[in-house]
């Protein structure tokens, strides 16, 4: 592994990292863009959602880019104009919605103090509430369990999948020592990576808990996402966190790092 290289800077606060064909997508919150980027740096805005924050994305299997408008309750899809159009409504839900994680089968897991599922047919239901603070939101290589980062309860939690979307089996997956989890992602050994706001800090943990690896970042790390050419790129979405009467201060603290693994990507997102 080496230490974490600048590929780009002078962002909002990067969040929901995406790797995607051959590029990194991001959300870059307080502009309202989702932007994509390819090794080198070179960045365009794919989208931009009338939203403050929070929003995130990822792809339905058919290769339909949806968006969470977090605080307007509503997924978003990308037509073919490049619009985006509504998907859900998740109103009925709760208030402020956060993070996505899309299975094989097109199940969109929607998170906020609960998780909403939004299955292919356009129905819509509430698998699981009681949230501290959901965050992020990763599905096993095996498809069989979604992980969720409870960055208020200090730990990552575990639920099976029904092939229908439902949820079950709730359990503990991780503690964290107290430490505040954000974006994940899933290796091909079944660890987790973590970010950590507090911490400054992505954390490699397998399932109990046990810590395998730390990068120790100089700013909040919101998220991170495996990807590149062999996967083994951690790419790490990095800001100065100053609390969210800030959040439209106009800072451009937000970097995108790159640190190299030894052990790829797999799951998803």
């Known amino acids: 592994m080496t230490a974490p290289r600048l590929l780009l800077e002078g962002l909002g606060i990067p969040e929901s990292p995406r790797w995607h064909g051959d590029k990194l997508w991001f959300c870059n919150w307080t502009t309202g863009d989702v932007v994509a980027a390819g090794a080198d740096g070179a960045a365009d805005v ?93 599905v096993t290589p095996d ?38 989890p954000d974006g994940i992602c899933v290796d091909a050994e079944g660890a987790v990576w973590y970010a950590s706001v507090p911490g400054r800090q992505c954390v490699r943990v397998r399932e109990g808990g046990a810590v395998l690896q730390r990068i120790g970042i100089d700013r909040g790390a919101f998220a991170c996402m495996l990807g590149g050419d062999d996967g083994r790129s951690l790419f790490i979405a990095a800001a100065e966190w100053k609390g969210m009467d800030a959040i439209g201060d106009g800072s451009r603290t937000g970097q995108v790092l790159v640190a190299q693994v030894d052990v790829p990507h797999a799951g998803r997102p």
Do not use: K
């Open 46 to 138: 794919m989208a931009n959602v009338e939203t403050t924050v929070p929003y995130s994305i990822d792809w339905l299997p058919d290769g339909t880019l949806l968006v969470v408008s977090g605080q307007e309750q509503r997924l978003l899809r990308r037509d073919s104009s490049g619009s985006l159009v509504p998907y859900a409504d998740l109103s009925a839900f709760g208030r402020v919605f956060n993070e996505i994680v899309v299975d094989a089968f097109g199940n969109a897991f929607v998170n906020g103090e609960s998780i909403v599922v939004v299955r292919p047919d356009g129905s819509c239901a509430q698998v699981a509430d009681g949230l501290r603070f959901g965050n992020g939101m990763a």
């Open 143 to 180: 498809g069989r369990t979604l992980v969720v980062a409870e960055s208020h309860g200090g730990c990552l939690t575990a639920f099976t999948i029904g092939v229908d979307g439902t949820v079950s089996d709730r359990r503990r997956w991780a503690d964290l020592d107290g430490d505040a």
